[in-house]
């Protein structure tokens, strides 16, 4: 039940309405005349209902949806990512300490390039057994031993194996002479350091981040494509970026992937390209606008007077017979036409929409369900 000063109010702007749109269609002295047109909720056939109106409203006026041909260019927006083909985590594999640190967060780094050492208790543990094992190996490798020898080989890239396991490097498990309690991570990829987790004394643990790297000479775009649009979109296609922070640079690359995953809400799929990116200018999360270069197609689109935003949705008004009208939810697109709305779904090629006075035709909508209620 509608509340008695809801109603009023929504009574009052349907007067205030229709004086304007009768104004502008009539004298001032035969506007003033007019009645606030009779309106009522009925049922269709199929039990949609149909707002029906008493008699005529003057600049009431339905126009057909129409269609026309989009660009060869899909415009939409994206978000700048890492190729994550092309980064690397530092993770700790031992319970330990920071010894040192030996770059900072956004330093350009190479690969085997030291970046932190860790002093751990497991870590001497593993080498002193490495170098137990070669030494073993090296007494039981005499003539006539030759199964004791392969036993201590066995036991040798075993060792050996276990400290790789803790990250380290091929190199350093060669330089081996004495168990020490320190050791020394690297780089295992040329990038930059994308995240810098700790500092010297910090406490680790197994599983913990240290730094993650990345390289960023060539990034990905994530898109957001409507399902409409998703026929016309291809793996390797031109696309084209801007991103907000250099509004007069092209960054140019092609659609890398196309998602599986359709977005339930907004029924749009995600497009993800590589772009190259010199001088490392796009960073993560920046927001970009996106051109892909695709092949033609075919959009709905009407007037954008005849589409009512309301609460979290649009809404237009198809005409189905005189003074009639049925109130449907419809989703738009993205459209550069000034004065049009691209229409997804929700009406049709050969319907007429109430055009100029959607917002009148809402508010008697709106009154005819409190009447009703």
């Not at 707002?51 to 005529?56: P, S, T």
């Not at 932190?116 to 190996?137: C, G, I, K, N, R």
């Not at 090296?138 to 036991?155: D, H, K, Y």
Request: hydrophobic share 45%; aromatic share 6%.
């Amino acid at each position: 039940m509608v509340k008695p000063p809801e109603r009023a109010i929504r009574t009052g702007i349907v007067l205030l309405l229709v004086a304007l749109a009768a104004c502008s269609g009539r004298a001032p002295d035969e506007a003033s005349q007019s009645p606030p047109p009779d309106a009522r909720l009925v049922k269709d056939q199929g039990g949609a209902e149909v707002l029906e109106l008493a008699h005529d409203v003057p600049g009431l006026r339905a126009v057909p949806v129409r269609r026309v041909a989009l660009p060869a260019t899909l415009e939409t927006t994206g978000q700048v990512a890492l190729d994550d083909r092309r980064t690397a985590t530092i993770i700790s594999r031992v319970t330990g300490r920071v010894e040192d640190t030996f770059v900072s967060q956004w330093d350009d780094v190479q690969r085997g390039e030291r970046i932190v050492s860790l002093y751990s208790p497991d870590y001497m543990t593993a080498a002193a057994e490495y170098l137990q094992a070669l030494a073993t190996a090296r007494v039981s490798g005499g003539p006539g031993l030759s199964e004791q020898s392969a036993l201590s080989e066995a036991i040798v890239a075993a060792a050996r194996r276990k400290l790789q396991l803790l990250g380290i490097e091929d190199g350093d498990i060669d330089r081996l002479r004495a168990a020490m309690p320190t050791f020394v991570m690297r780089a295992p990829i040329s990038g930059t350091v994308i995240q810098k987790e700790v500092v010297k004394g910090s406490q680790v643990n197994p599983g913990d981040v240290l730094f993650s790297l990345g390289v960023t000479d060539a990034v990905w775009i994530t898109a957001d494509v409507y399902e409409s649009d998703l026929a016309r979109v291809h793996q390797g296609q031109p696309l084209e970026a801007v991103a907000l922070a250099f509004p007069d640079r092209v960054f140019k690359g092609v659609v890398d992937r196309v998602s599986p995953n359709l977005d339930p809400a907004s029924h749009t799929i995600q497009v993800r390209g590589q772009v190259q990116n010199p001088g490392a200018r796009l960073r993560p999360q920046m927001l970009a606008r996106v051109r892909i270069t695709t092949s033609p197609g075919e959009a709905l689109v009407v007037p954008q007077e005849a589409v009512v935003f309301e609460t979290d949705a649009y809404f237009a008004f198809v005409e189905v017979g005189p003074r009639r009208f049925v109130r449907r939810t419809v989703r738009l697109a993205s459209w550069n036409e000034q004065g049009y709305a691209r229409v997804t779904s929700g009406i049709a090629e050969g319907d007429h929409v109430l055009t100029g006075m959607a917002i009148f035709l809402n508010a008697l909508w709106h009154q005819a369900h409190g009447e009703s209620s």
